[in-house]
């Protein structure tokens, strides 16, 4: 018996010791190895070193395989399989060929062809025979069933078979080409016989799994299996497969497996066929971890990408102020509604657009600031969303404008007036109480299908009807409207007509003294006799500063002015005449120059000119405006500020401005009328302005108890219909007299030292 544990080592290992096993063993013509079951060499004989061209000592320990040619190297590991598992069985059970052919039972065990290579390369025919190494313990050590736990080892003699006559040279070929084209493929590939046992791997599948040597070399496929299914993250899915496959020999089917080490295997199943018959299958794996790395990365940048966009999108469809839809939000969804009106009930497929616009907000901007602009109109943002329901869309298109859109509301006109409605609460903006308004036109799909386009463009008109109805409202749609905005757009060009043949006029209009009982200045005010009709400067000045006119036409009253009443000046120096001036005119750089060289030409002092201003032109982010007006003061004209008490005037900044006489509005003196009520502000704005330094002028007083009451509140000038009405150049001296009977007769009516 070879003793496995002998100190030397290695087949005979002890030379010129007693002629035993050892010289046997030594002296064979046959090389022979003993390959523990995980395929290491453990001994060889001198044969061994003979035919591989190897020493001893570098064949102990090292792989057996080193010595197959390719194609062969699972030979002794199949023909050791077959030998335990021969050893394990009963002489009884000993397994019978399906061919009934009872010689063919031990060919398991047969000793096999195969091709051995030296260590010079070359190869080199070979028989190879085997047995299993009997101990005392029985075939294999630690053995206690053949084929069960434990190791074991097996002797093998090969034997150079050259001088025989070949074996089919193609056989060979075709099984090196074979075992090269498996074992060089990416894929891991397990061959499984059909009654489930494993018939062959290639090296990539056991490195692929990672399954040991020995637990191959011991052909346990349960162990195997068990093995592989610990890997996965859902070993239940994958044997259920694996059972249907079997239950289904002729199948093929792929899947991914994954591993709960995170890789991901693409697996694929098909039938191995020997002619029709299927006699087993064939598993192939392949790693394609870092494929869907690489395509989950490609999926997440993906998605990160559609987010960002989404994100673009979403501020591409955003006003970045209010944080409301944009111009081309409501524009997509404008369109959208119109394209599918959403059902044939009426309720259903209307659209509405209420287009509105703030009143005023410039001089919002102008005189508070840019932040305070903003908040107001984040502030009516906010406001308007509360007037709608989630699914409307409100947008803002720019400046202080916005539009809401609503698709299928039951009453538009409810939803408009609640808006216009919205705003009657106070708008607190930096401790400033503001009471802004808005004007909004109301256009709806109805009977007539109208495009988009034609849709706001009513809703525009119908705007502009309710700012000129007074603003602070909101107007429904009408035909007529579109004849208003041809009228508007007739008169711009008939404007334009009108400045260049001279058809503008001036009116003036005598203001009173209360103090000295007589008419000290007049103001001059434009006039457009159009066609024998006169057309109101509330209508046309807007039309003139929005398209410019104004400054033509401001220059044609002064001049005018100032030839037509520079007689009734030089009469009295203490005389003046008032002009009006847009923000528009003060824009332009040279206007300072201008004036002085009107009233030079003219031959009127400068300190006999009042230039009425309105206090938003101070607001103008334009420097201009101010050094004009300084500049002008220096040389004697005076500024009255014109209107005070509209809009968002204030008392506060008054001192800060280069203005002389403050003009209080008509809206003020018509709150007077038995001229016995109590109006704290009028008193504070006459007071506030004289602690100024300045002179206090009331307009549109129309009756004596107006008048009365202004007077006992110190107003130093009046100005009104009770004193006469603007009058051309022709009719002054009737008016400047019946203006100065009307204050002569108010002073003498009221008891001296009343006031
Ligand atoms: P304004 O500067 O406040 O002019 C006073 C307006 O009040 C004038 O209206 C005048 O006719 C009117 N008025 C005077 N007394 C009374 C009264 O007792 N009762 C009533 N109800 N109204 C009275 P008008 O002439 O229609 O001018 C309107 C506005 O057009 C002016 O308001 C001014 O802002 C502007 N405007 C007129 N002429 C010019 C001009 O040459 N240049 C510029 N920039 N604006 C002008
Ligand atoms: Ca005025
Ligand atoms: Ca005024």
């Known amino acids: 018996m070879i003793a496995p544990s002998s100190p030397e080592g290695a087949l005979g290992a002890a030379p010129g ?156 070929a075709a099984m090196s080409l074979l075992s090269a084209t498996l074992e060089s493929t990416a894929d891991g590939i397990l061959v499984v016989s059909s009654d489930g046992e494993i018939a062959g791997v290639n090296n990539q599948f056991v490195s692929m799994w990672g399954i040991p040597r020995e637990l191959l070399a011991r ?22 497969k694996v059972e249907a496959l079997y239950a289904d020999p002729g199948a093929e089917s792929r899947d991914a497996l994954h591993f709960r080490d995170g890789r991901t295997f693409e697996r694929y199943s098909r039938p191995q066929k020997v002619a029709d018959e299927v006699v087993g299958r064939v598993w192939s794996f392949r790693d394609v971890t870092a494929a869907k790395v690489a395509q989950d990365r490609i999926s997440r940048a993906m998605a990160d990408l559609a987010e960002q966009s989404a994100q673009l999108k979403a501020l591409a469809f955003q006003d970045s102020l209010t944080g409301l839809s944009n111009r081309q939000m409501f524009s997509d969804r404008l369109a959208g509604a119109l394209a599918d009106p959403g059902g044939t009930d009426p309720a ?115 705007m502009y009807a309710a700012k000129a109805a007074g603003k602070n409202r909101y107007m429904r749609f009408r035909p007529e409207m579109m004849e208003a905005l041809v009228d508007r757009n007739n008169l711009e060009a008939g404007l334009r007509l009108a400045v260049d043949n001279g058809q503008i006029a001036v009116h003036y209009q005598p203001i009173v003294s209360t103090s000295l009982g007589k008419v000290i200045k007049v103001e001059a005010l434009a006039r457009w006799i159009r066609d024998g009709v006169l057309v109101p400067p509330k209508q046309f000045i807007p039309a003139a500063e929005r398209s410019g006119l104004i400054v033509e036409i401001g220059t044609e009253v002064l001049l005018r002015g100032c030839t037509e009443l520079k007689d009734w000046l030089q009469e009295d120096s203490s005389r003046s005449l008032a002009v009006n001036v847009s923000g528009v005119q003060l824009q ?14 003219c031959g009127v002092d400068p300190r006999q000119l009042v230039l009425e201003v309105t206090e938003s032109v101070f607001f103008e982010d ?19 500020l014109d209107d005070f008490g509209t809009g968002y005037s204030s008392l506060g900044r008054l001192q800060d401005l280069p203005v002389d006489t403050l003009k209080i509005d008509q809206s003020f003196v018509a709150m007077i009328s038995t001229g016995t009520e109590q109006l704290p502000i009028l008193s504070a704005m006459i007071d506030m302005a004289h602690g100024l330094g300045l002179t206090v002028t009331a307009e549109g007083v129309e009756t004596a108890a107006q008048a009365g009451h202004l007077m006992d509140r110190g107003c130093d000038a009046l100005q ?32 001296p030292g009343s006031r």
């Open 17 to 172: 010791a007693a002629p035993g096993y050892s010289e046997l063993v030594e002296s064979s013509p046959d090389a022979l190895l003993v390959v523990a079951e995980d395929g290491t060499i453990r001994m060889v004989n001198a044969a061994a070193e003979r035919m591989f061209g190897y020493r001893r000592d570098e064949l102990v320990g090292s792989d057996h395989r080193l010595l197959l040619a390719e194609g062969f190297q699972n030979a002794l590991q199949g023909l050791f399989f077959n030998l335990r598992r021969e050893a394990a069985q009963p002489p009884a059970h000993t397994p019978v060929a399906l061919d009934g052919d009872a010689a063919a039972a031990g060919a398991d065990t047969a000793p096999v062809e195969a091709y051995g290579r030296r260590r010079d390369g070359t190869e080199f025919q070979a028989e190879v025979a085997g047995a299993l190494l009997v101990t005392d313990g029985g075939p294999g050590e630690n053995t206690s069933q053949g084929t069960g736990e434990g190791t074991a080892s097996m002797i093998a003699a090969i034997r150079d078979t050259s001088h025989r006559p070949a074996t089919d040279d193609g056989l060979r």
């Open 219 to 240: 052909r346990d496929d349960a162990a195997i299996m068990a093995f592989v299914l610990d890997q996965l993250q859902d070993p239940a899915r994958f044997a259920e």
């Open 348 to 462: 259903s497929t209307a659209v509405d657009v209420l287009l509105l616009d703030l009143d005023d907000f410039k001089e919002v901007n102008d005189i508070l600031g840019h932040h305070a602009g903003d908040q107001m109109l984040m502030e009516v943002g906010r406001r308007l969303r509360t007037c709608v329901r989630p699914c409307d869309v409100v947008a803002r298109l720019g400046g202080d404008e916005f539009v809401v859109l609503l698709i299928g509301s039951l009453d538009a006109d409810a939803v408009a007036a609640r808006i216009v409605d919205s705003l009657r609460v106070p708008v607190w903006i930096d401790g400033t109480m503001l009471r802004p308004s808005l004007s909004l036109g109301l256009a709806s799909i109805c009977e007539d299908a109208v495009d988009a386009s034609e849709l706001l463009r009513r809703a525009d008109v119908a």
């Open 588 to 601: 332009h750089g040279d206007f300072a120059e201008l004036v002085l060289a009107v009233t030079e030409s």
């Open 622 to 640: 334009d420097c201009h405006v101010i050094t004009q007006l300084v500049s002008l003061r220096a040389a004697g004209v005076r500024v009255a």
């Open 720 to 751: 009104g219909f009770l004193f006469s009405r603007p009058q051309p150049e022709a009719a002054l001296a009737p008016a400047l007299d019946k203006a100065a009977r009307a204050i002569g007769a108010m002073r003498g009516d009221r008891v």
